[in-house]
Nanobody, 123 residues
Framework: VQLQESGPGLVKPSQTLSLTCTVS????????MSWVRQAPGKGLEWVSG????????SYADSVKGRFTISRDNAGNTLYLQMNSLKYEDTAVYYC?????????????????WGQGTQVTVSS
C-alpha cells in the first residue's frame, strides 16, 4: 500500500496551490479519502474528505469556501485545490484512506496514510 503526496510548496498569502495524492496497493475506488494536516507544534486536523464514489464532500470550517477536494478513481488520484491561502494553512498535509468508503472527520479512523507534504504560506 502506498499513498504519495506531491505538490509541496512555498506560497504567499492569498495565492493558490494544488496537492495530489497518488495511491497504489488497494482498491482506491472503494475507499473514502481525506486530507489531514498538522501544523507545527499542533495535533492532526482533518481538512476535507470525499466519499468513495466522489459524490459527497465535506470540509472543515477553517477551509470551507477556499479548498476543493476531488478524486479521479480511474487514475487512482486524490486532489486538493487550495485557494486564498492564509498563514495558518502552513502545515504538513497528509492524504488518508478509509476502507468503508465514507468520510470521517476523525483522523484516527483512517486505515492508510501518506508520508505527508509540506505547505508553507509566508510572505
Amino acid at each position: 500500500v502506498q499513498l504519495q503526496e506531491s505538490g509541496p510548496g512555498l506560497v504567499k498569502p492569498s495565492q493558490t496551490l494544488s496537492l495530489t495524492c497518488t495511491v497504489s496497493g488497494f482498491t482506491f475506488s472503494g475507499y473514502g479519502m481525506s486530507w489531514v494536516r498538522q501544523a507545527p507544534g499542533k495535533g492532526l486536523e482533518w481538512v476535507s474528505g470525499i466519499n468513495s464514489g466522489g459524490g459527497s464532500t465535506s470540509y472543515a470550517d477553517s477551509v470551507k469556501g477556499r479548498f476543493t477536494i476531488s478524486r479521479d478513481n480511474a487514475g487512482n488520484t486524490l486532489y486538493l485545490q487550495m485557494n486564498s491561502l492564509k498563514y495558518e494553512d502552513t502545515a504538513v498535509y497528509y492524504c488518508a484512506a478509509r476502507s468503508d468508503g465514507s468520510i470521517s472527520s476523525i483522523p484516527n479512523s483512517y486505515d492508510y496514510w501518506g508520508q505527508g507534504t509540506q505547505v508553507t504560506v509566508s510572505s
